[in-house]
């Protein structure tokens, strides 16, 4: 049976952590879908035309711990603006989405683009300090000289240009289900998303 979860939000609001864990809990299979916008935004930014990255990404390279630096971060939204790009990594992420045995996708545009009849939708939120509070943390193991006025401006940037795009914009699907994680623990912000899908199975 195929089940699809769709998991939007913007940046460092939680949305990973709660997509790896709604799929662990129910058995699905997961979907980090921002790691296909930083594969191609990695070998960009090292000079690479864009849609013939996008037309030839390998899993393999997704594997790759640098994808989640900084710099990544910014090229990844850079090219997820051009809707060639966008276009040629839609057929993997529907196919994934519509896999046997249930799928989780977490990213920006699930519920509203790439699934939107998937059973289940949550788009995940948090404030602005929190979310550049937590992504600081996870960035200072690799970067230990980055700062929270790095991180915070990077994310607010990334937000705008997600959310001012035609192709795709960061914005809610009408029929999410909206958690707001800012106050929340990790636990508490799972077991809300596993009872707004576990009410539409
Ligand atoms: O982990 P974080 O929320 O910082 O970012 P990400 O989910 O890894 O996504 C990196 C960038 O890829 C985002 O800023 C978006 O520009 C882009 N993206 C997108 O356009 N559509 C998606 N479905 C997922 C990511």
Redesign the pocket.
């Known amino acids: 049976m195929a089940f699809t979860v769709a998991i939007d939000g913007?940046?460092?609001?939680g949305?990973?952590t709660i997509a790896r864990a709604v799929a662990a809990h129910f058995g699905f299979a997961h979907l980090?879908?921002?790691?296909?916008?930083?594969g191609v935004g990695f070998r960009v930014m090292q000079g690479e035309d864009p849609l013939t990255v996008a037309q030839n990404l390998v899993a393999e390279e997704l594997e790759n711990p640098d994808l989640r630096g900084a710099q990544v971060?910014q090229w990844?939204?850079k090219v997820?603006v051009l809707p060639e790009v966008r276009a040629a990594l839609l057929d993997f992420q529907r196919a994934f989405a519509r896999r046997l045995g249930g799928a989780v996708l977490?990213?920006?545009?699930?519920g509203t683009v790439?699934c939107p009849g998937a059973e289940a939708k949550l788009f995940v939120t948090a404030s602005d300090a929190t979310r550049a509070g937590r992504?600081h943390r996870e960035l200072l193991r690799s970067d230990p000289e980055i700062t929270f006025d790095t991180v915070l401006a990077d994310l607010r940037e990334?937000d705008r240009?997600?959310s001012e795009r035609s192709a795709?914009p960061l914005v809610p699907a009408e029929d999410a289900v909206r958690i707001d994680t800012s106050d929340m623990s990790i636990e508490e912000a799972v077991a809300a998303a596993i009872s707004a899908v576990a009410e539409r199975q």
């Open positions: 913007p940046a460092a609001s949305k990973g980090d879908t921002g790691l296909l916008y930083r971060s990844a939204s997820a977490d990213g920006r545009d699930i790439i992504r990334r240009r997600d795709a």
